[in-house]
């Protein structure tokens, strides 16, 4: 069986963690296979925007896998941990928008999954928690970074060192998801929102993310410098041309370019 299935509609592509007799639990396998989707989604420009979801109706993703875990020793841990880490940064910097459809448990890995994408939409039955301090270990695919920059740092910290399962209202109220909506609903909300994102400028939208992660890891000054620079590379663009055409002739663009 694929670990990690992969549709194309239009321009969406929706990647699904395939291993739900495990609750779709990382191991090598399902992050090497996701490593592989992804680079082939890289190179297909006619991808707009990618959705993440979990095979069956329990669980996202319920972490890392356990009982590969258990008997690595502190060489081993750091190379699983960088190459977690170098598979969901490959997501936070993936040339168009990430979403996460949380369909259930998103625990560990799971939420950290989550965490690396653009935005998540939840089923009001969806979980999250970093419950690794309980295994003796701390998040290591970029929790401890990514949850404290999205929530805060005080809120991080207690789910971290607590365990504290969030249910899927509060991680609205947190800021920790986009949205909640019930179970039937998600997959179907999860593609209007790709689809609203896919309908305008490919290039633009690219450079727009790039301005957001990049700006948010500096100061204000060089964050806007970014911003003018990916904002100025819009206008050697077709689409530029093309979009402000059409608004002054009063028209509008019914397919983007690419280009």
Do not use: W
Not at 214 to 232: M, P
């Amino acid at each position: 069986m694929n670990t990690v299935l992969c549709e194309i509609d239009g321009h969406v592509a929706t990647v699904t963690i395939n291993r739900p007799a495990a609750l779709n639990a990382l191991n090598m396998k399902v992050l090497a296979d996701l490593d592989t989707t992804l680079g082939e989604l890289e190179k297909n420009t006619d991808v707009y925007a990618v959705i993440v979801t979990g095979s069956g109706e329990k669980s996202f993703v319920a972490g890392a896998d356990i009982a590969e875990m258990k008997d690595k020793n502190e060489a081993e841990a750091a190379q699983f941990g960088k190459f977690g880490n170098d598979v969901f940064l490959c997501i936070e910097n993936f040339r168009c928008p990430v979403i996460a459809a949380v369909n259930g448990f998103a625990l560990g890995g799971g939420c950290e999954l989550a965490l690396a994408c653009d935005m998540r939409i939840a089923s009001d039955k969806a979980r999250f928690a970093l419950p690794e301090t309980g295994l003796g270990i701390t998040p290591g695919f970029g929790g401890t970074q990514r949850l404290s920059r999205l929530v805060g740092m005080g809120i991080a910290k207690e789910m971290i060192f607590t365990c504290r399962q969030i249910k899927a209202d509060e991680a609205l109220s947190l800021g920790l998801v986009n949205r909640v909506v019930p179970p039937e609903l998600l997959m179907t909300e999860a593609k209007d929102m790709a689809n609203a994102a896919a309908k305008n400028a490919p290039i633009a939208v690219r450079q727009a993310k790039k301005s957001i992660n990049d700006g948010y890891q500096t100061d204000i000054a060089s964050a806007v410098a970014i911003e003018v620079k990916n904002f100025a590379a819009c206008f050697a663009t077709e689409d530029q041309k093309m979009a402000m055409t059409a608004f002054l002739n009063k028209e509008k663009v019914e397919k983007f370019l690419n280009k």
